[in-house]
């Protein structure tokens, strides 16, 4: 499964879980923000903070601007910067700066910044940004988390359902390192946990399966099917059916997507055809063909 998609399902489960992500790493989120008001996700302002990015080909999908409210009443808006691809870049601190410096300059609110790593146990995670010259200094420190920061048995016993996010992405590490079915135990896991807290309804059940079929990736579909399986035993086959069948449908709907960005990518590569008439060919949009283009340049 290629990497992006990964990126994307990973920060779209961080949006879903928004207010848990808030208690999870802090101790008086509920305290602080008011979780009664909803949380506003600011993509299009931060991309336009840093438009060279777009330009160079890079991408800003990973990193997550928030507006919330406390509980006084005020804004507060909170950067979480995920870093996905579990590089250990020596300008990360520096880009982390510069998103704070950048935000703060247009907007005057305060932040709190977090960066969420997600690689493996030798992945560096820094969280302090220092400059000094001829009697100049700055610090800026900002708040760190990886996901090994906890054992397995220590997200089990937090009472918080963002700590199963964070354990489907430390089981999406093992991805190619050990056997599908031996995987497959590790996502079941996951899975009995959701179940078992007795915290989701049917809808969330089911967007938590799919992301963690997605994330905790098996090709195998002996395997997957076993999985479906032992999910109809775990929630009732009355309810799981719904369950079930709504993934599949995600899964078919997901495929023609896939079917039709394979169509829009082939036609695009040709160079002989308007934007106009790939989206008449394909029967898609011509905003999707515009971001398949985009794609397709980085």
């Known amino acids: 499964m290629p990497r992006r998609k990964d990126d994307i399902l990973l920060k779209s489960a961080f949006e879903e879980a928004f207010p848990d992500l808030l208690r999870f ?33 890079g991408n800003r999908f990973v990193d997550m601007l928030v507006k919330a409210f406390l509980k006084d009443g005020t804004e507060e808006w909170i950067l979480v910067h995920l870093e996905i691809e579990g590089g250990n ?36 995670r820094p969280n302090v940004f220092q400059k000094s010259f001829l009697g100049t200094e700055i610090c800026y420190r900002y708040n760190a988390y990886h996901i090994l920061d906890h054992s397995e048995a220590e997200l ?45 309804d049917h809808e969330r059940i089911v967007r938590f399966l799919y992301f963690l079929k997605r994330f905790v990736y098996i090709e195998n579909p002996e395997i997957n099917r076993n999985f479906d399986n032992q999910i109809n035993k775990l929630t009732g086959k009355e309810d799981t059916m719904g369950i079930m069948e709504t993934i599949k449908k995600l899964d078919f709907e997901e495929g023609i997507e896939k079917g039709k960005t394979e169509v829009v990518s082939n036609l695009l590569d040709t160079g002989k055809f308007t934007v106009s008439e790939i989206a008449n060919f394909a029967n898609v949009s011509e905003a999707f063909v515009r971001t398949i283009k985009k794609e397709l340049k980085k």
């Open 89 to 124: 870049s020596a300008k990360f601190p520096a880009r982390m700066f510069q998103y704070f410096i950048r935000i703060y300059d247009r907007y005057g609110v305060d932040i709190a910044a977090l960066a969420v790593f997600t690689g493996n146990e030798k992945q560096k």
């Open 25 to 57: 790493y802090f101790d008086e989120a509920d305290a602080i923000f008011d979780m009664d008001r909803s949380f506003e996700f600011l993509d299009k302002e931060l991309s336009e903070l840093f438009p060279e990015l777009e330009k160079k080909g």
């Open 156 to 200: 089990l016993a937090r009472d918080n359902p963002f700590s199963l996010i964070v354990l489907a992405a430390q089981k999406a590490l093992l991805m190619g390192k050990i056997p599908e079915q031996e995987l497959a135990e590790h996502r079941l896991t996951v899975a009995k946990a959701l179940i078992y807290s007795k915290k989701y």
